[in-house]
């Protein structure tokens, strides 16, 4: 009877937002709509309704955020449903777009083992071009040359069997023209020049190659100067402009210090750490507790296989524990509370700086 | 203890979820890599006993629940005196639903823990020594 009750109610609810809608089709009232949909499990109508609020705001973020959680909601629910229809029947079609959705919500693991599984049970060349897809965007995240070597690998079998498919080549130039290994890259647009005779774009990105490529190194040469250096061809090197005088670092985290709720801010790269917001000894005991939380994290997070350490988020009684990590270095800030999505930005920053090379121009 | 658990890995991106007493025991685990479970345990109680001892440097009280983000994936733990809760979660999984699922999974199991604590000490007794007697 209360569950009746709680029925007629939503839906009386519901009828009011919409007309309310209609009446004034405000940002906040499509906003509030599509979260009504989403609170009684209607994820397609919430999506329905952010996507036709974010079309008509385009500049609301409160809206665009809504549209980016009921897609991923979506997703998750055509994943269960996908889940449980491989399980009871598996055919291809199924299998390459529950490889598709996962690739797409990021979870790229699970792509892969989605795409091996898939092979093991007749996938072949499809099969073979997701388990690529998947290990190129892990060599994108991780620049380990056994992924892409993997990935290359994989490129080469569903080419060969599938000759006149131009994915297996596009890849490929993408990837050497990505770690600078020019004369491949030129080479796999020749072979989509081949598949599409005349195209305008690949003529001109042949020309440009073919410039690019007199004297570059071969591609095994590339994926082993980007594993070793970390950076991709297109990748400058990150300018020290921004913090690059000796006060900026300390300056900012002394603004960092000053904010409402946040305790005390700390920057860690190397063996060095700047604190504010604690003196003397508290000082050093903050930087020491810090450095061995995150070294406790990422040997948590190594031995677990989750790949490189980005945030660690400790919630105490009374405070919270916010932690960024960049490839050099990493921040920390003490909040009283939940750390905001201000404070997330402002720890960001801190280790954006951190990282940034110190050099004096 | 067990629906907890199975609750909690039923959820998007969850991978595996685990309860383990302090010193890493496994007691329930439920998702695709339960196989995980002793590694994980043993890995959590580890990481838990670090996290306590840098609070404890930094005059803090020990953290209740812990949030690692990495690139390819998520580890969420809820840390109690005398046991721990872990969610591994794919990286590009939507945290939004974990997070009260993990606070309300946490208090189920806290309440459970509590209905099974031995009764309050009597006069002139520890409450081990009055439930020995009951016992």
Redesign the interface.
Known sequence: MKHILRRVLAAGRLRELERALASSPTAQAYGELAQEHARRGDAVAALEVAREGAAAHRADVHLNRLVE?ST??VR?ER??ELARQLQAAPRDALRAEHCALLFE??????ALEAAIEWERHGGGAEARLRQAQARLRRYA??RRREDAQLALAALDSAASALPLDPRPWRARAELAAKVGAWAEARAAVGRLLELAPGDAALEARHRTLGALAVGSKGLDAALREVELGGRFSDEVEEPAAEVSGSNALPQLLARAGARPMVRAACVLRGATALVHGEKGA?AE??A???R??L???R???R?????????????????T?AYECGEVASAAL?IEGAPSVEHKELLRELARAACARQERP | MKQVVEALAGLGGVRVALLALKDGVPVACAGEEVQLAEELGALAAALALELERASAEQSLAPPRRAWIKASRGCAALELREDWLLVALVDAGAPLEQLRPALEAAASRLSRAGRRQEPPPALPGGSGREAAREIG
């Open positions: 959680r991923a909601l998750e994943l269960r919500a990021g979870r790229v693991e699970r995240e991780g508290s005991r903050a020491r507790g810090l061995d939380s070294a406790a994290s040997a948590f997070a031995k677990l296989g989750l790949g490189a350490l980005r945030e660690v988020q400790l919630d105490h009684d009374d405070c524990s003490r």
